[in-house]
Every structure is written in C-alpha cells, then in structure tokens.
C-alpha cells in the first residue's frame, strides 16, 4: 500500500489515480482526496517525503513496527543498501514528476498473498531489477521456500502463504533484485540430472559443461582394464565427477581443487550423491595431489580474461568465486599450466578433456599443439549455441 502524508496528498492525487496504480493503494486514514474503494496492495510501500518534511528513516520505521506488528512480519530493509528506491516509480512518468517528495521506498510481501499474486508480484519486480528469467527465478524461489515442486505453484495459485513464507520470500527476492544467483539463494544446482549443494564457495555448475561429462563416458580406451582412472582438476562442488561416477560405475576419480573451501562443497556432495565410494576428493594445485598416472584428465579450469572480467555480468562477477573463473589476459593461463604438466601425470595414451571459453577455440587448440606435440588427435567440439567449447586431445 501508499502511505501519504495529508499535507502531500494534493501533490500526488493525479498520480495515484493512473490504472496501473489505483488497486494498488490504500488511501491515508487522513486523506480526503483518494478514494476509499482502492484495495490493498500485494506489496506494502512506505513512502516517505523528501527533505525538509521527511521524518527519520528510525522515526518512520519503529512507527511502521508498532503498525503492523500484530499480523504481519517486520519489514526488510537494508540501511547500508536500501532495495531499489524506484520500485514504485519507474514505470510512471506521472509518478515521476513528484520524484522530489518521494524518496525512500521499503517494500514486503504481505501475509495470505496468494501464490499467483506473489508470483506476479515478484516477477515484475525481478524484470525491473534487468533478470532475464525473471518468472523462472521468482518460481524457483517461492518453490523453495514453500518446500514444494515448482509443478505444485501451478496448481495452487490460490494457496495464501503465512506471514512467516511471505517474509521469506521477499528477502529472497531482495536479495536477487540485487542479481545475487538463485542457486545460491536456494543452494541447489541440478547438474546431469543429480541435485547439487553449491554457495560462494564454488562456482554454479553450467549445462554447457555437461559435453564434459558426455565425452568422459563416451571415451572408450582400448587398452583400457576393467577400472578407468580419470582426474578431474578444478572439481569445485565436485559436480563433473559425481556425475561420471554415476554414469559409470568402472570408473575411479579423483577429484581435485586447490581450494579448501570448494572441496568442503564438494565432501557434502560426495556424501549425498557417491553410493559406491568412486570419488577419492585431493587439494592441491592441478594435478600436483594425484598418485597414479590416469587414463583421462578432464577440467573445467578458470578461461574469463581478465580484460573481460570487470564486463561479466553481475550476477556473476560479484557473487561466484574469481579464482574459478579468471586466468590471466588471455584467459589460458591455468589451461597452459595443465597441459604442461600433464604428460607426467597421464598414460601414453591417455585422453585430455577441457571446457574452454566461446571463443578460444583457435587459440586453445595451437596451444595444445605447442605443447603437446607427439598428440595423435586434437578436436573442437561446440556447444548447443554453436559457440566453442570443448577441445578434446588424444595422447
């Protein structure tokens, strides 16, 4: 709802009457202008008026409190990052022209909201924020937070959600207005069909890096026995090598990341998802920790520039770990530092897998070349967008 100030509400009448905004407002108890047929809203708004008749940001919110305490859930309000200030008034340019008297906006989702009205609600304010899968991610969310599949929102669009859903909700979708990733939001990621624990620690698994796991399990050596030893380095959350294991059972990992943090990730995971003690977890810098010489080496190692880091989008410059993600100017570092080592750590005709960026096909392969001359095959393979992504080598 709009609380305004009787002393203001002259300023603003036209503003509130527009279409999009009238069933969305409920009137000031003082205010004889509005009409008391407004609804209430779906979202609470406080609207404060600007400098010198705006009232202190405490004043407001312990009056705010007292208010609504009885039957609805404290207000979400970060002082040090206040949500977007223009929740209401971007999308008016009636609203626009009283930009002076509005200037703090703190906004919650209101007990028994219904599921579909929650859903829209936090779409448009998703699509506001620039989230391109602003439905998918406002689904996903509720879904989570109402402990149910994202199917059953479907079919209860009605189901009004308690104070304490409504409450968690919203500070879910604060927090991706704010382009926080929602696999961290929720702390699941599903990777080739198993279900993940994935947080800051470790970078969210990608479906493009399933051609990783698809050219492991297609990989055939003939000299192979009956175990197949493959290292995956970089592991992270451990998702490329779970997902082998499961898809072969001949298979023998090892599992490796130099970080102590992603590896802890990747345990939590081993626990849940290796029901045949496959995955053996190494910290240590690339293929440093192995024990044996292995038959395949597949990594998803760091390939972002780092010219073209600071451009990442949010939601993944700010949020997932840099160490996963940037090597160097040309985005090969670690890459380069693989393949030099590699020949000491894999059978003489043992095969290398690694993801590589968009557009570093060219580039990846002539490394390749360069270092590892005596190979009898190296390959690009795209993705699903016809970009670069998988160079696959044949020692």
């Known amino acids: 709802m709009l609380f305004f100030t009787s002393q203001h509400c002259t300023e603003i009448v036209e503003a509130v009457q527009t279409p999009e905004l009238k069933d969305n407002i409920l009137p000031c108890p003082e205010c004889p202008f509005l009409s008391k047929e407004v609804t209430l809203a779906i979202l609470q708004v406080n609207v404060r008026p600007a400098v010198p008749f705006r009232r202190s940001v405490k004043t407001q919110r312990s009056e705010d409190t007292d208010d609504t305490q009885a039957n609805a859930p404290a207000m979400l309000h970060n002082e040090a990052q206040p949500i977007n200030d223009q929740v209401v008034v971007s999308h008016s340019s009636t609203l626009a022209r009283t930009s002076a008297i ?178 053996t977890l190494l910290q240590g810098d690339l293929l440093d920790p192995l024990p044996v010489t292995v038959d395949v080496i597949v990594a998803n190692l760091p390939y972002i520039s780092s010219v073209v880091y600071p451009q990442l989008d949010a939601d993944v410059r700010d949020y997932e770990p840099k160490v996963a993600l940037e090597s160097g100017v040309q985005g090969l570092d670690a890459i380069t530092r693989l393949l030099k080592a590699a020949k000491k750590h894999l059978h003489p005709q043992g095969a290398i897998f690694l993801e590589i960026g968009h557009d570093q096909g060219e580039a990846a392969q002539a490394l390749a070349r360069s270092i590892l001359p005596d190979a009898t095959h190296i390959s690009l393979r795209h993705d699903y967008h016809g970009r670069d992504r998988l160079v696959t080598i044949f020692c």
């Not at 451990?238 to 990747?266: E, F, H």
């Open 102 to 279: 509005l200037q703090k906006i703190v906004w919650r989702l209101m007990p028994f909201t219904t599921v579909g009205r929650a859903l829209n609600s936090a779409r448009e304010r998703l699509d506001e924020a620039g989230c391109q899968s602003a439905s998918l991610d406002a689904q996903v969310i509720l879904a989570y937070v109402l402990g149910v599949e994202r199917s059953w929102l479907f079919a209860h669009h009605e189901y009004a959600l308690t104070a304490e859903e409504a409450n968690a909700f919203t500070d879910l979708i604060a927090r991706r207005v704010e382009h926080e990733p929602v696999a961290y939001l929720v702390g699941r990621k599903e990777f080739y069909g198993l279900d993940f624990v994935v947080d800051r620690r470790v970078l969210i698994p990608r479906p493009e890096t399933e051609l990783l796991v698809d050219a492991v399990l297609d990989y055939q050596p003939g000299y192979a026995t009956e175990q197949l030893l493959i290292a995956d380095v970089g592991t992270g959350s451990g998702a490329i090598a779970l997902a082998v294991a499961q898809n072969c059972p001949a298979a023998k990992l090892y599992a490796i990341d130099l970080s102590p943090d992603a590896l802890a990730v990747a345990q939590r995971n081993v626990e849940r998802l290796d029901t045949r003690g496959q995955v």
